[in-house]
RNA sequence: GCGACCGUAGCUCAGUUGGUUAGAGCGCCGGUUUGUGGUACCGGAGGUCGGGGGUUCGAGCCCCCUCGGUCGCCCCA
């Protein structure tokens, strides 16, 4: 190597909004996913894999060709043979597209989980990165307040088993089915015309781009106002009203807690009835820790058949950063510290055979041996294990918690 | 796109009103001690103080630019 300053090679530095995960937050994210699968499997949910890139079509079709999230922030890139890409920015999209492509309308009511990074071009801040993984749940095909309700109850059920149900609560509301929004939306478009000198600058753009955001502004001045606008209840067809009581009988029976949001909207217009947000106060600006509901229009803006469907998303570092120490449990098995050369063929052969009883074992066996064993015992693990020569003989040690020393010792017995 | 704060050793950080040769802990390497032991001690390697320009007799410290990070706003599928 040389010393020569000038001779240094620039460091590559990772992308903007590109995490690298080891040790603690990488097992986190590991035990998140474990949960999650175990779960969906309690409830019926297959796993589903779709592609990491679709044709950038999927994508702005159905979340509107001129949005600003189609139109600044997503992946997208032109491929060899000059055809728009997009790193995928959410999974029920592609999963859409999966749905009509593959003709999985013979499988409906289909109910499906996957996991895996998503990408989205947006200024990283606590709680959101450019790459960043999602667990995602959705079923396809059904129009039922049963499959809402399930849904929830599986995403309230993943939230117990990750011990992060503490501080956080299932907000929901319902946007009606399609005559219901649009009678909504125009009394709401009304009463923020009314009050159009009050509001801040920021949501009088929101009244002409985007009026039901008003709704969740964050702005103290527009609170008031947004407060003060009419509830959807006044608006929902008596269909819309049955449905939504369907999910909430739903819940109550199953011993889900829900508050009502009456604030809670969806910008796409695809979305229906169900809306949903379980949210906590202990990841900064970003609270939302798993969010969806029904998205009817969806597949039909896709080209495909009118099928409706309804689902959910949780990302995985959110969820990671919120379960609590005691619950990763990041040891091995067993270690060795080899503390004489001599004795390596024989702590190679403990390894093969603790490994072959289903024993997960690494060794210590670099730099100074008399250093070994304390290197060693750094490691986490259940039991320690010291392989040296004394006498010209083998000499062989465990200590650790008693279970795991007990296994290990009758294992070695012979070596 | 906008705003605030922060960039000093591999990591976490200290560094006086601007003043000799920039420090600590952890980690790494070596040695000594202990010798069924998770210990202690000694030593070593490792820094263009993010980068560039400026002010000054003198800059890690002050000013400007730039790059990067963090948090927030906007947006949130």
Do not use: C
């Not at 999927?58 to 890139?77: C, P, Q």
């Not at 649009?182 to 009244?207: I, K, T, Y």
């Not at 606008?229 to 739903?250: H, K, M, R, S």
């Not at 190679?348 to 210590?364: K, P």
């Amino acid at each position: 190597m040389s010393k020569d300053k000038s001779a240094k090679i620039a460091t590559p530095q990772p992308v903007r909004g590109t995490q690298d995960m080891l040790g603690d937050f990488a097992d986190r994210f590991a035990y998140v996913v474990d949960a999650f699968e175990r779960v969906r499997r309690l409830y019926g949910f297959k796993r589903v894999e779709v592609p990491v890139i679709e044709p950038t079509a999927v994508f702005a079709r159905s979340l509107g060709e001129t949005t600003d999230v189609v139109s600044k922030e997503m992946y997208s890139f032109d491929d060899r043979g000059g055809e728009s890409i997009t790193l995928r920015p959410e999974f029920t999209a592609g999963i859409s597209r999966a749905f009509i492509s593959n003709g999985w309308q013979q499988y409906a009511p289909l109910k499906v989980a996957t996991h895996g990074p998503l990408f989205r071009y947006e200024r990283p801040q606590k709680g959101r990165y450019r790459q960043f993984h999602q667990v995602d749940a959705e079923v396809l095909g059904s129009d039922s307040p049963l499959m809402d309700t399930e849904l929830l109850v599986f995403a309230d059920h993943l939230l117990r088993e990750l011990g992060v149900s503490d501080g956080v609560t299932l907000n929901l509301n319902t946007l009606g089915d399609a005559d219901s929004r649009d009678a909504w939306r125009a009394a709401l478009v009304e009463h923020f015309q009314a009050h159009r000198g009050d509001l801040s600058e920021d949501s009088l753009v929101r009244l002409d781009k985007n009026p039901m955001r008003i709704l969740d502004s964050k702005d103290p001045k527009d609170r008031p106002i947004a407060d003060s606008a009419p509830d959807i209840d006044a608006y929902l067809t008596n269909e819309a009203q049955d449905f939504f009581a369907a999910v909430t009988a739903g819940l109550d029976a199953a011993g889900v807690a829900w508050k009502r949001d009456a604030r809670l909207v969806r910008g796409l217009d695809y979305y229906r009835h169900t809306a949903f947000e379980f949210i906590t106060d202990r990841l900064g600006a970003q609270g939302t820790v798993l969010g969806g509901g029904r998205y009817d229009g969806l597949i039909e803006n896709l080209g495909g058949p009118a099928t409706p469907a309804v689902g959910w998303a949780a990302g995985i570092e959110r969820l990671a950063m919120l379960v609590d120490a005691e619950r990763i449990d990041n040891r091995i098995d067993a270690v060795i510290a080899l503390e004489d050369d001599a004795a390596l063929a024989q702590a190679q052969q403990a390894m093969a055979l603790l490994r072959a009883e289903g024993i997960s074992v690494e060794m210590v066996a670099n730099g100074s041996p008399r250093k070994r064993y304390d290197k060693a015992a750094k490691i986490p693990a259940h039991a320690l294990i010291s392989i040296g020569m004394r006498d010209g003989a083998l000499n062989r040690n465990v200590r650790g918690d008693n279970e795991t020393a007990k296994r290990v010792d009758a294992i070695l017995q012979d070596i």
